[in-house]
């Protein structure tokens, strides 16, 4: 091992622990009008063009990948407090709610 990482994993163990909290919040479109995958990855676009490059979200479509009558989609938000990111969730909801244009069926949160 070099004296530079010795020094270094040396520096870091001497900090307080920063442990992270993460919030999953995973929403059930149901789709109307799609006649082919190309046309339901168009209609939920925005979720990665929006809220992909936030720095403290995760976006990602989790299931039915290849059903063309729903969406499945979960943002994952990393932030400091459980309060801070329900706030942030919230936020993110209700964003979602006036620029996806399809119906939410079902829509479940976690904290880790």
Request: aromatic fraction near 4%.
């Amino acid at each position: 091992m070099s004296d530079a990482l010795r020094k270094l994993l040396d520096t870091s163990s001497r900090g307080p622990a920063i442990t992270p909290h993460v919030g999953l919040l995973t929403l059930h479109f149901q789709v109307y009008g799609c006649e082919d995958l190309k046309a339901k990855r168009k209609a939920f676009s925005p979720m990665r063009a929006i809220w992909g490059k936030e720095v403290d979200l995760a976006v990602a479509e989790t299931a039915d990948l290849e059903a063309l009558d729903c969406a499945t989609w979960t943002i994952a938000a990393l932030g400091s407090s459980s309060r801070l990111i329900q706030e942030r969730l919230d936020q993110v909801e209700k964003a979602i709610a006036t620029k996806i244009d399809a119906p939410v069926l079902d829509i479940q949160r976690e904290i880790l």
